[in-house]
């Protein structure tokens, strides 16, 4: 199978056009007229999935984040991403991104963050697209039935791959949670949005002290914070179904989801109390 034709499936479930301004999403290295046999997907385009992707003979590389998010004047090969361009050039590797495009999609990112800690019932966006109100950033949806937060705490941090980051909860340990509110990655710019919208407890990553301490003083959803990476991680066995269903059976690929783990943070301690 062409690469062309791998890309034209996957802009066909994750547009493009529905990139954020600033995102760059897309090929980023590769020739669309090339055979395409065996895709590996993953969250970072980084070394040891690099490594992984030649080490198994991917054709195609399939990763969330980008390699190149800022401009670029060159890549040479003596500096660390312009050396990941020449390794998958060199090994017939190509590369495509789907980032905020995939966050956004019906399904998308955050529906798979939901299932993966147990929200069964129907899924709506947090922040509805302005030209279709079922896409969107983050999603909303309730647990089969309410339990406390310290209980939930547990299930999320069961549901999502392991990392030294782990899962933090700021609330009321004893609180009641059943509608839940997700977003996938960094989700701090939706806390107020989330705030208003009748959760009783958000999950995101990436939040930061202050915005989730002076949003603690107002009534709103108690918070969640785990790994980014283990947020989004769940998406790529999705992105894969999606991607094996929207192909030709005649001709099919052999695709495979990594489970390195490419969470910057690598170590936790508690410290000594």
């Known amino acids: 199978m062409r690469l062309s034709h791998v890309i034209a499936a996957l802009e066909a479930l994750y547009p493009p056009a529905w990139a954020e301004s600033w995102d760059a999403v897309g090929l980023v290295c590769g020739d669309p007229d090339q055979e395409v046999g065996r895709v590996l997907l993953a969250v970072d385009p980084v070394t040891a999935v690099v490594d992984e992707a030649l080490e198994w003979g991917a054709d195609l590389l399939i990763t969330h984040h980008p390699l190149l998010l800022r401009p670029v004047n060159g890549v040479p090969a003596t500096t ?4 990941l361009v020449h390794r998958l050039i060199r090994g017939g590797t190509a590369l495509y991104t789907a980032h905020t495009n995939a966050d956004v999609a019906d399904p998308g990112v955050s529906d798979a963050l939901a299932r993966a800690v147990g929200v069964t019932g129907p899924l709506r966006p947090l922040a509805p697209s302005p030209d279709d109100p079922r896409r969107g950033l983050g999603r909303i949806g309730d647990l089969p039935e309410a339990v406390t937060l310290k209980e939930f705490t547990a299930q999320v941090a069961a549901g999502l791959p392991a990392t030294a980051w782990g899962v933090r909860a700021a609330g009321d340990p004893d609180r009641m949670v059943r509608s839940v ?17 009748g959760a009783d407890v958000y999950l995101t990553a990436d939040l930061r002290h202050h915005p989730a301490s002076e949003y603690l003083e107002r009534p709103g959803p108690a918070l969640l914070d785990a790994a980014h990476w283990a947020t989004e991680h769940p998406w790529l066995a999705d992105a894969e179904r999606a991607l094996r269903a929207a192909l030709p059976a005649a001709e099919p690929l052999q695709t495979r989801v990594s489970t390195l783990v490419t969470d910057a943070w690598r170590l936790h301690h508690e410290g000594v109390k």
């Open 80 to 83: 660390p991403k312009g050396r």
């Open 181 to 197: 509110a997700v977003c996938g990655g960094s989700g701090d710019s939706l806390l107020e949005t989330a705030r208003t919208s």
